[in-house]
Protein backbone atom coordinates (compact mmCIF):
# COMPACT_ATOMS: atom_id res chain seq x y z
CA UNK A 1 0.00 0.00 0.00
CA UNK A 2 2.08 2.60 -1.08
CA UNK A 3 -0.25 5.85 -2.13
CA UNK A 4 1.12 9.42 -2.09
CA UNK A 5 -2.26 10.38 -0.50
CA UNK A 6 -2.81 14.10 0.65
CA UNK A 7 -2.97 12.19 4.37
CA UNK A 8 0.51 10.79 4.01
CA UNK A 9 1.63 14.15 2.80
CA UNK A 10 0.67 15.39 6.22
CA UNK A 11 2.16 12.48 7.78
CA UNK A 12 5.40 13.46 6.44
CA UNK A 13 5.05 17.01 7.69
CA UNK A 14 4.31 15.51 11.29
CA UNK A 15 7.38 13.40 10.76
CA UNK A 16 9.56 16.22 10.12
CA UNK A 17 8.18 17.69 13.61
CA UNK A 18 9.07 14.90 15.33
CA UNK A 19 12.63 14.79 13.61
CA UNK A 20 14.68 16.31 16.80
CA UNK A 21 13.55 13.75 19.56
CA UNK A 22 16.12 12.03 20.32
CA UNK A 23 18.65 14.76 21.42
CA UNK A 24 16.97 16.06 24.71
CA UNK A 25 13.56 17.27 22.72
CA UNK A 26 15.23 19.85 20.27
CA UNK A 27 19.19 20.41 21.30
CA UNK A 28 21.20 18.76 18.77
CA UNK A 29 24.58 17.31 20.04
CA UNK A 30 26.16 14.39 21.49
CA UNK A 31 25.75 11.72 24.12
CA UNK A 32 30.07 11.52 22.93
CA UNK A 33 31.53 14.06 26.02
CA UNK A 34 34.22 14.35 23.64
CA UNK A 35 32.01 15.95 20.99
CA UNK A 36 30.85 19.21 20.80
CA UNK A 37 26.90 19.77 18.96
CA UNK A 38 26.33 22.42 17.08
CA UNK A 39 22.78 24.19 16.79
CA UNK A 40 21.67 24.26 13.03
CA UNK A 41 19.92 27.82 14.22
CA UNK A 42 23.03 29.35 15.69
CA UNK A 43 25.11 31.43 13.73
CA UNK A 44 29.08 31.23 12.74
CA UNK A 45 29.28 33.61 15.43
CA UNK A 46 27.49 32.01 18.59
CA UNK A 47 30.07 28.78 17.44
CA UNK A 48 32.74 28.50 20.62
CA UNK A 49 35.74 26.44 19.91
CA UNK A 50 36.86 24.17 22.64
CA UNK A 51 40.84 23.12 22.48
CA UNK A 52 40.57 19.23 22.01
CA UNK A 53 37.20 19.05 20.77
CA UNK A 54 35.79 17.20 17.72
CA UNK A 55 32.82 18.79 15.90
CA UNK A 56 29.52 16.54 15.30
CA UNK A 57 28.59 15.83 11.73
CA UNK A 58 25.60 14.41 10.18
CA UNK A 59 25.27 11.68 6.87
CA UNK A 60 26.05 13.64 4.12
CA UNK A 61 24.20 13.28 0.21
CA UNK A 62 25.69 10.07 -0.81
CA UNK A 63 25.52 7.82 2.17
CA UNK A 64 22.08 8.66 3.92
CA UNK A 65 20.22 6.59 1.62
CA UNK A 66 22.69 3.68 2.56
CA UNK A 67 22.66 4.13 6.46
CA UNK A 68 18.94 3.57 6.22
CA UNK A 69 18.84 0.26 4.46
CA UNK A 70 21.77 -0.74 6.45
CA UNK A 71 20.33 -0.38 9.92
CA UNK A 72 17.25 -1.73 9.00
CA UNK A 73 18.52 -4.80 6.99
CA UNK A 74 16.33 -4.14 4.05
CA UNK A 75 17.07 -6.74 1.82
CA UNK A 76 15.12 -5.01 -1.61
CA UNK A 77 15.33 -1.23 -1.99
CA UNK A 78 12.33 -0.76 -4.12
CA UNK A 79 13.02 1.41 -7.35
CA UNK A 80 10.62 4.26 -6.16
CA UNK A 81 12.68 4.76 -2.50
CA UNK A 82 15.63 5.10 -5.06
CA UNK A 83 13.98 7.69 -7.26
CA UNK A 84 13.20 9.20 -4.33
CA UNK A 85 16.85 9.71 -3.17
CA UNK A 86 17.77 11.00 -6.46
CA UNK A 87 15.20 13.79 -6.34
CA UNK A 88 15.72 14.50 -3.12
CA UNK A 89 19.62 13.89 -2.17
CA UNK A 90 20.53 17.27 -3.90
CA UNK A 91 19.11 19.29 -0.24
CA UNK A 92 21.38 17.32 1.91
CA UNK A 93 25.16 18.54 2.80
CA UNK A 94 27.22 16.73 0.50
CA UNK A 95 29.98 16.60 3.20
CA UNK A 96 28.04 16.05 6.27
CA UNK A 97 28.40 19.56 8.13
CA UNK A 98 26.02 19.88 10.77
CA UNK A 99 25.55 23.45 10.06
CA UNK A 100 23.56 22.17 6.76
CA UNK A 101 20.94 20.89 8.74
CA UNK A 102 18.09 22.70 7.19
CA UNK A 103 14.46 22.61 7.04
CA UNK A 104 14.30 21.62 3.32
CA UNK A 105 17.31 18.75 4.43
CA UNK A 106 15.27 17.44 7.11
CA UNK A 107 12.05 17.05 4.77
CA UNK A 108 14.30 15.32 1.95
CA UNK A 109 15.60 12.91 4.62
CA UNK A 110 11.95 12.57 6.03
CA UNK A 111 10.96 11.50 2.53
CA UNK A 112 13.40 9.08 1.76
CA UNK A 113 12.51 7.66 5.26
CA UNK A 114 9.09 7.06 4.26
CA UNK A 115 9.72 5.41 1.33
CA UNK A 116 12.52 3.18 3.39
CA UNK A 117 9.91 2.49 5.68
CA UNK A 118 7.14 1.66 3.31
CA UNK A 119 10.05 -1.23 1.89
CA UNK A 120 10.24 -2.25 5.41
CA UNK A 121 6.42 -2.70 5.95
CA UNK A 122 5.97 -4.56 3.14
CA UNK A 123 8.86 -6.93 3.56
CA UNK A 124 9.23 -7.10 7.78
CA UNK A 125 6.84 -9.97 8.31
CA UNK A 126 8.42 -12.76 5.47
CA UNK A 127 12.03 -12.14 8.14
CA UNK A 128 12.66 -14.58 10.69
CA UNK A 129 10.72 -13.00 14.15
CA UNK A 130 13.75 -12.67 15.54
CA UNK A 131 14.72 -9.92 12.94
CA UNK A 132 11.31 -8.02 12.44
CA UNK A 133 10.39 -4.58 13.69
CA UNK A 134 6.68 -5.30 13.44
CA UNK A 135 5.45 -8.32 15.03
CA UNK A 136 4.15 -6.65 17.64
CA UNK A 137 1.27 -4.84 15.29
CA UNK A 138 -1.54 -6.54 13.50
CA UNK A 139 -1.88 -4.55 10.37
CA UNK A 140 -4.95 -6.57 9.49
CA UNK A 141 -6.87 -4.45 12.23
CA UNK A 142 -7.45 -0.71 12.97
CA UNK A 143 -5.37 0.92 15.64
CA UNK A 144 -7.99 0.15 18.39
CA UNK A 145 -6.26 -3.30 18.36
CA UNK A 146 -3.17 -1.53 18.84
CA UNK A 147 -1.90 -0.62 22.74
CA UNK A 148 1.00 2.19 23.82
CA UNK A 149 3.31 -0.94 24.70
CA UNK A 150 3.06 -2.72 20.86
CA UNK A 151 4.35 0.53 19.63
CA UNK A 152 7.07 1.01 22.36
CA UNK A 153 8.27 -2.38 20.99
CA UNK A 154 8.70 -1.12 17.59
CA UNK A 155 10.30 2.44 18.68
CA UNK A 156 12.76 0.45 21.28
CA UNK A 157 13.68 -1.82 17.87
CA UNK A 158 14.21 0.83 15.82
CA UNK A 159 16.22 2.51 18.03
CA UNK A 160 18.80 0.16 19.08
CA UNK A 161 19.42 -0.87 15.63
CA UNK A 162 19.32 2.70 14.08
CA UNK A 163 20.10 5.22 17.09
CA UNK A 164 22.59 2.62 18.40
CA UNK A 165 21.03 2.77 22.14
CA UNK A 166 17.77 2.82 23.72
CA UNK A 167 15.00 5.29 23.22
CA UNK A 168 14.62 7.22 26.38
CA UNK A 169 10.85 7.19 28.04
CA UNK A 170 10.80 10.91 27.77
CA UNK A 171 11.49 10.80 23.53
CA UNK A 172 8.88 7.47 23.73
CA UNK A 173 6.18 9.58 25.26
CA UNK A 174 6.70 12.15 22.74
CA UNK A 175 6.61 10.32 20.06
CA UNK A 176 3.19 8.05 21.04
CA UNK A 177 1.49 11.50 21.67
CA UNK A 178 2.47 12.73 18.32
CA UNK A 179 1.21 9.52 16.73
CA UNK A 180 -1.62 8.94 18.09
CA UNK A 181 -2.87 12.56 18.26
CA UNK A 182 -1.69 12.50 14.16
CA UNK A 183 -3.91 8.92 14.13
CA UNK A 184 -6.94 11.13 15.33
CA UNK A 185 -7.13 13.30 12.23
CA UNK A 186 -6.84 10.45 10.11
CA UNK A 187 -10.56 9.92 7.96
CA UNK A 188 -10.06 6.22 8.52
CA UNK A 189 -10.15 6.42 11.74
CA UNK A 190 -10.01 2.76 12.90
CA UNK A 191 -8.53 0.93 10.33
CA UNK A 192 -6.29 -0.91 9.25
CA UNK A 193 -4.42 1.60 6.85
CA UNK A 194 -4.91 3.84 9.88
CA UNK A 195 -2.57 0.95 11.62
CA UNK A 196 -0.21 1.53 8.76
CA UNK A 197 -0.03 5.33 8.67
CA UNK A 198 0.51 5.41 12.66
CA UNK A 199 3.15 2.76 11.58
CA UNK A 200 4.85 4.32 9.03
CA UNK A 201 4.77 7.60 10.34
CA UNK A 202 7.08 6.16 13.58
CA UNK A 203 9.08 4.53 11.87
CA UNK A 204 9.85 7.42 9.43
CA UNK A 205 10.27 9.56 12.32
CA UNK A 206 13.10 7.20 13.85
CA UNK A 207 15.06 6.67 10.60
CA UNK A 208 14.94 10.40 9.97
CA UNK A 209 15.75 11.54 13.23
CA UNK A 210 18.84 13.31 14.38
CA UNK A 211 19.94 10.58 16.09
CA UNK A 212 19.70 8.43 13.54
CA UNK A 213 21.59 10.79 11.07
CA UNK A 214 24.10 11.91 13.16
CA UNK A 215 27.82 10.60 13.40
Known amino acids: MRVKSKFFISLLTASTVFLLVGHGCGNFGSSDPNLVGLNSGESDEDFVILSGAKTTSVV ?23 AEFEVRKTNISEYGYATEVTGPALMSIAAVAGEVCSDLIEQDSSRPNIEQFFSSINFSEGPSSMSNSDL ?13 RNITSEETGILIDGLLSIAAQDSNANSPAATHNIVLTACTSMLASLSAIEM
Open 60 to 82: YAKQFLNNMVSCTGLKNVDPRTI
Open 152 to 164: EIVLKKLSLSCWQ
